[in-house]
């Protein structure tokens, strides 16, 4: 029978381009955000994050900007490589409202995920 | 400096029975996290651990327990299991002194219902 599962987004690239994964996120009190890298097998690895009160931050190879005004974020990466091939994850980190209750420790909220594809 | 370590790999159920789960941090770190990640919903939040106290919890049935240890390890507990719990189950470690922390993980325990 058919599995019923995430339709996650996919980006197919060649060796030497530049990809661009983009993620949408609801919660306007979101404040801190991460990229995530799952390869097969394996857990998310960490790969860049950045804070609200930033834009725009950078790594090697690898660049996040954020827009709160229509709370997008995206991960840029710089000649990818087949080594790149994996599922993409952006997770956000909610700071709970004032007097509420709770804690947002340890907890992130992660988007459904981008497969990534580079061929040689 | 070891990464976060989660054992066993792979573990095979059959309905109704408990499950046991394993997760040594970081080095250094004090805050454990797990997360249930399934085809059909993705990577969810079960709780957070920090000096041997849960912090946060997410929705998940009381079925899914957890307890941190004195040298921060973690165990997870799933009793009376049933189909819908077969996942991959992930650990995270992190430092625990902010709110806002990256958090590493492990490769997790695939468990399989039957």
């Known amino acids: 029978g058919e599995s019923v599962g995430l339709h996650l987004p996919t980006l197919s690239v060649q060796e030497g381009d530049n990809s661009i994964i983009n993620c949408a996120y609801s919660n306007s009190a979101s404040d801190y955000f991460i990229w995530y890298k799952q390869e097969s097998g394996k857990g998310p690895q960490f790969i860049i994050d950045i804070r609200s009160n930033m834009d725009k931050r950078q790594g090697q190879r690898v660049t996040v900007l954020l827009n709160k005004t229509v709370k997008h974020l995206s991960l840029q990466i710089a000649a990818t490589q087949p080594g790149d091939s994996a599922v993409y994850f952006c997770?956000?980190?909610?700071?709970?409202?004032?007097?509420?209750?709770?804690?947002?420790?340890?907890?992130?909220?992660f988007g459904q995920g981008t497969i990534l594809t580079v061929h040689p | 400096k070891a990464g976060v370590t989660q054992t066993p790999r792979y573990l095979i159920k059959t309905r109704g029975q408990q499950v046991t789960l394993s997760c040594s941090p970081i080095?250094?770190?004090?805050?454990v996290s797990w997360y249930q990640q399934t085809p059909g919903q993705g990577l969810q939040f079960l709780f957070e651990y920090f000096s041997e106290t849960q912090r946060n919890k997410g929705n998940f049935p009381g079925r899914f327990s957890g307890r941190q240890f004195s040298n921060s390890r973690s165990e997870m507990n799933v009793s009376t299991l049933e189909l819908g719990d077969s996942a991959l189950y992930l650990c995270?470690?992190?430092?625990?002194?902010?709110?806002?922390?990256?958090?590493?993980f492990g490769s997790g325990t695939q468990l399989s219902v039957l």
């Open positions: 995270a470690s992190s430092l625990g002194l902010l709110l806002n922390e990256k958090l590493f």
């Open positions: 997770a956000e980190n909610t700071r709970p409202e004032g007097g509420a209750g709770g804690t947002s420790y340890g907890k992130l909220t």
């Open positions: 080095s250094g770190h004090r805050s």
